[in-house]
């Protein structure tokens, strides 16, 4: 699948949940369904997936860490 693909599935995904509807592709459980059965143990179709950034500063702690000097970014890494 391709990075376009995946965000084009993502906003969907959000859009969905965001209203509560379950009538998607899948029929399946909307993001927020998902997310509260997984953090409730229960069984999940997939586990919702959540990429959050990070802090600026936390490449430098990184580079301590041993993280490439050449990694500046979230695209060069």
Known sequence: ME?????????EG???AL??????KT???TLRERFQ????YQSVDRLPN???GYWA???????KQGLPESV???KEA
């Open 3 to 11: 990075f376009e693909d995946l965000k084009t599935e993502q906003r």
């Open 14 to 16: 959000l859009k969905v």
């Open 19 to 24: 209203e509560g509807r379950t009538d998607t």
């Open 27 to 29: 029929s399946g459980p």
């Open 37 to 40: 059965r997984a953090m409730h």
């Open 50 to 52: 959540f990429e959050f």
């Open 57 to 63: 500063e936390a490449l430098t702690v990184w580079h």
């Open 72 to 74: 500046t970014n979230q």
